[in-house]
């Protein structure tokens, strides 16, 4: 019974995709939108198999997903880590409130001309740039979810005389799991987002860079190639986070 | 007051004054033409600010990201709450939108600009979507955790189901409305930016980057100061509204732990 729950659900969630997918493919079919502007999605498809398979685009592919993990990687260490100490320590707290409070805020793609005016125009930029923006939603919930950790599971742990490194590894650290995976989710989607956007300004390879030069040559087809290739990453990426989320958190009462 | 409790209503901006004097003394210490010092960016700023062109432009900007921001929050609260109620509406576009998520919005502008054209609307209709989607999370998350007693009293007392929508699980649901908002406001601001990055036409993502290719450095850290003060203004006003509407929900991640 609950497995036919599922699949209906599946079915209904395909449901608005595949309209989608239809109103795209009339809209070209009657004559509402000229093919240079719209592109059949048969031919959009065609085109995204056939640049699978070359060599030169999973190189763009292999550049993206290397700034993208090398940022997230780096804010994820990091975020957790700053986040923990400024839950478990008040005198780190107090530092880092403030500075947090002012640069959380602060739209990072403006920061961008600096970083390349300061990193050039290499992968060191872009990294910075992804790790700046994907930091603070990790750190923030790693901070609520140590500072929401339940104090008589300390209380617990210290009259079981746990030392108090002991108390960070075993207590605090699981206690704030499900919410440190949260930010890394939301933290992820934001380092896909920021890594195109920062190809899109300059770059010379990458996913974001096959975007803007077919944008400049007016290839329709070829714009949206790399933007159906960055939706299908991130569901990817979102789908293994979810499964190192359940492996993680297995026994967890909710998940 | 005591001289804690005022160190703490200044911490943000002794942050801010750290922040700059940490840039002053990196920028004397590398001595580099293209990192001008603190002091020389924000002395460039009032004759950015000063100039009729330049600040039409970053009002204007302004007004799009404010119209896109109001309208994306209007259509995606109702959605979030439905989702989060309805079981069937959630699984018709979870989907959809886990595969909207990741496609950078500014990303679209390429494509939204062919058909609608350069002008205020592309751009106003690339933050609508930049900002709709976090809301929607959002809202849709805080609406599936209402309990669902609230929700039986409420049809015990007769609301009908539009009426404990509004009454009970809006309200309910505010705390992680707003911190949706929140997110959604710094995006609204992101993508404003690259947006007219990519438009290059006007705004103030267009001033910043027009400073860039010519390199007038001064312009590109002093927009940047601008930018960014936008971003930490609308966000500290944002929170002193979210307190006040949500009083009632303890903010429990205040405390801080304590190992004794």
Redesign the interface.
């Known amino acids: 019974m609950k497995g036919r729950g599922i699949a209906s659900?599946?079915l209904?969630?395909?449901?608005?995709?595949m309209l989608?997918l239809v109103i795209w493919q009339g809209a070209v079919s009657f004559g509402f939108?000229p093919a240079t502007?719209?592109p059949p999605p048969g031919l959009v498809f065609m085109r995204m198999a056939r640049q699978l398979v070359t060599t030169s685009f999973d190189q763009e592919i292999l550049s993206t997903l290397f700034r993208l993990f090398a940022g997230f990687s780096i804010a994820v260490v990091l975020g957790v880590a700053i986040g923990l100490a400024a839950?478990?320590s008040?005198s780190i707290?107090?530092a880092v409130?403030?500075?947090v409070?002012?640069?959380?805020?602060?739209?990072?793609?403006?920061?961008y001309?600096?970083l390349?005016?300061?990193l050039g125009f290499g992968h060191e930029s872009k990294i910075t740039l992804v790790a700046a923006d994907a930091l603070f939603p990790i750190l923030l919930s790693t901070?609520?979810g140590?500072?929401?950790?339940e104090?008589k599971l300390?209380w617990s742990a210290?009259a079981a005389g746990t030392p108090?490194r002991g108390?960070l590894f075993k207590v605090?650290l699981p206690a704030a799991a499900p919410s440190i995976l949260t930010g890394c989710r939301i933290g992820l989607?934001i380092s896909?987002?920021?890594v195109?956007?920062a190809e899109?300004?300059t770059s010379t390879d990458g996913l974001?860079h096959v975007?803007?030069t077919a944008?400049r040559t007016?290839q329709?087809v070829d714009?949206?190639v790399p933007?159906i290739t960055?939706?299908l990453?991130?569901?990817i990426?979102?789908g293994l986070l979810q499964a190192a989320r359940s492996y993680l958190l297995r026994g967890f009462p909710e998940v | 007051m005591t001289l804690r409790a005022l160190i703490a209503r200044l911490a943000p901006f002794l942050a801010c004054l750290g922040l700059l004097a940490v840039w002053q003394v990196a920028a004397l210490v590398l001595n580099n033409d293209s990192f001008p010092t603190a002091l020389d960016s924000i002395r460039a700023i009032p004759s950015i600010l000063g100039d009729k062109e330049s600040l039409v432009n970053i009002l204007a900007s302004l007004r799009r990201m404010a119209v896109g921001f109001a309208v994306a929050v209007v259509v995606s609260i109702p959605l979030g709450l439905i989702m989060g109620r309805s079981r069937g509406v959630a699984s018709f576009f979870n989907p959809l939108l886990m595969v909207i998520y990741p496609v950078p919005k500014a990303a679209l502008m390429p494509i939204i600009m062919l058909w609608l054209g350069v002008g205020d609307l592309s751009k106003t209709l690339v933050i609508f979507l930049g900002v709709s989607l976090p809301v929607i999370y959002h809202s849709f998350e805080g609406a599936k955790a209402v309990e669902e007693k609230m929700l039986w009293s409420g049809a015990a007392m007769g609301l009908s189901a539009l009426e404990r929508l509004i009454r009970v699980v809006l309200p309910a649901a505010l705390p992680d409305i707003l911190t949706g908002c929140r997110t959604g406001l710094v995006l609204a601001l992101i993508t404003m930016v690259t947006s007219e990055m990519i438009a290059r036409q006007s705004g103030a993502g267009n001033i910043l980057f027009n400073a860039l290719d010519m390199g007038q450095y001064d312009t590109v850290y002093a927009m940047i100061i601008i930018v960014g003060a936008m971003g930490i203004c609308l966000d500290a006003a944002f929170e002193r509204m979210r307190e006040r509407l949500v009083r009632w929900s303890e903010p429990q991640f205040d405390i801080p732990l304590s190992f004794s």
Do not use: E, H, W
């Open positions: 659900d599946v209904l969630g395909l449901a608005p995709i989608l939108a502007l719209l839950a478990v008040p707290n107090a409130r403030p500075i409070r002012v640069l959380a805020p602060l739209p990072k793609v403006a920061l001309p600096a390349l005016l300061l901070y609520y140590a500072s929401t950790v104090q300390i210290m108090r108390i605090i989607v896909c987002i920021v195109f956007l899109m300004i974001g975007l803007i944008a007016f329709a714009m949206f933007l960055i939706s990453l991130g569901l990426l979102n």
